[in-house]
């Protein structure tokens, strides 16, 4: 499932990915912006956007692997 940004103060796609693996399926997502505007980038030289997005991301699909395994049982 491909999602485009462009309203707001980033432009570009994200994309989930579900492949089929032994056992399951691995859920990927994979981000590809550029921000926008000057507040964006004076912001970006003191935050670590990349890293605070890879975190929750991160959380998001440890969340999904723990509910589908709850499910499961």
């Given at each position: 499932?491909?999602?485009?940004?462009?309203?707001?103060?980033?432009?570009?796609?994200?994309?989930?990915?579900?492949?089929?693996?032994?056992?399951?399926?691995?859920?990927?997502y994979e981000l590809d912006v550029v921000?926008?505007?000057?507040l964006v980038a004076l912001?970006?030289?003191?935050?670590?956007?990349?890293?605070?997005?890879?975190?929750?991301?991160?959380?998001?699909?440890?969340?999904?692997?723990?509910?589908?395994?709850?499910?499961?049982?």
């Amino acid at each position: 499932m491909r999602m485009r940004y462009g309203n707001g103060f980033i432009v570009g796609t994200g994309e989930w990915r579900l492949t089929a693996v032994a056992g399951g399926t691995r859920v990927t997502y994979e981000l590809d912006v550029v921000a926008e505007g000057w507040l964006v980038a004076l912001l970006g030289r003191v935050l670590p956007f990349g890293r605070m997005h890879s975190r929750l991301m991160a959380e998001i699909l440890e969340t999904l692997e723990q509910e589908t395994q709850r499910r499961q049982a």
